[in-house]
């Protein structure tokens, strides 16, 4: 089994950043590609960005230029800078990973970690 946690959300002014982490532990052999997603209330999930392992990126266009992803293969972590914060970015932050634990190669979703921009 395989857990991602996420960390690193909270309350900011609009204007300001925030860094988000999530770390993936378990019986992992090997992360593909590591993504972001959010979803706000009443509202879709939203993919944000992702990491392949070679760290190859891509982005939504929507956050192109205000949010960059990064990863740590050996701590099994991607994280997600999100500068020049707007209230509409307000949600709950996810990430989702690819793991291969050696027999099978499947998808997780983390529990996801909340991120308020006040106006």
């Known amino acids: 089994q395989v857990q991602l946690v996420e960390s690193g959300g909270g309350l900011v002014q609009a204007g300001g950043s925030l860094r988000l982490s999530c770390a993936a532990s378990?019986?992992?052999?090997?992360?593909?590609?590591m993504r972001w997603y959010r979803q706000a209330p009443g509202k879709q999930r939203e993919f944000l960005a992702g990491i392949t392992r070679a760290g190859r990126t891509n982005y939504a266009d929507s956050v192109k230029g205000q949010f960059t992803i990064s990863r740590d293969n050996g701590k099994n972590t991607v994280y997600l800078q999100m500068n020049s914060l707007k209230p509409e970015d307000t949600a709950v932050y996810l990430c989702?990973?690819?793991?291969?634990?050696?027999?099978?190669?499947?998808?997780?979703w983390g529990q996801g970690t909340q991120v308020t921009v006040s106006s």
């Open positions: 989702n990973a690819n793991v291969d634990d050696g027999r099978t190669n499947m998808y997780y």
């Open positions: 378990g019986r992992i052999f090997s992360i593909n590609e």
